[in-house]
């Protein structure tokens, strides 16, 4: 139950960062990510405190096994860049500039009931879907994805 209150606080903390930051609003997300037109630097903060933030936070868990909870801790262990993580970020970063949304603040905006948020996380968990039944499928043909790393 403790658990649960924190993961809780946690999002609602989350939520709310988004929402003041203005993270939640796509023409704000779509005038910071059009640097070639009237760019809008204002999101370059959010994105400096969040990163600050998580060089802190991965500091502090790769000297730990356990959370603050005392769950096991999991960080990813991969350092290949191959293809399926390529063009993964590829489809996300063009999700990201045609929509505005990246999917927390697409929640957050969702939870509002912003039509274009619950447009974007209903395509977002038919892409989830989409992705879950083709690595089913790989998984039961035997292929293993291909690395850069040799």
């Known amino acids: 139950?403790?658990?649960r209150i924190f993961e809780f606080v946690a999002g609602l903390l989350f939520g709310m960062g988004l929402l003041l930051s203005g993270m939640?609003?796509?023409s704000k997300v779509l005038g910071f990510l059009d640097v070639a037109g009237v760019w809008d630097p204002s999101l370059a903060f959010v994105m400096g405190g969040a990163v600050l933030v998580g060089?802190?936070?991965f500091a502090v868990a790769k000297r730990r096994s356990r959370s603050l909870l005392g769950a096991a801790m999991q960080l990813p262990t991969s350092r290949a860049l191959d293809r399926r993580l390529v063009l993964g970020s590829l489809v996300f970063g063009v999700g990201w500039g045609m929509a505005g949304f990246c999917p927390g603040p697409a929640l957050v905006s969702a939870a509002t009931g912003q039509p274009k948020a619950v447009l974007f996380v209903l395509a977002m968990l038919?892409?989830?879907a989409v992705f879950e039944v083709?690595?089913?499928m790989r998984n039961n043909t035997g292929l293993q994805p291909k690395t850069g790393a040799h």
Do not use: I, S, V, Y
């Open 126 to 128: 038919a892409g989830m």
């Open 24 to 26: 939640t609003d796509p």
């Open 1 to 3: 139950m403790k658990q």
């Open 55 to 57: 060089l802190l936070a």
């Open 134 to 136: 083709l690595e089913r």
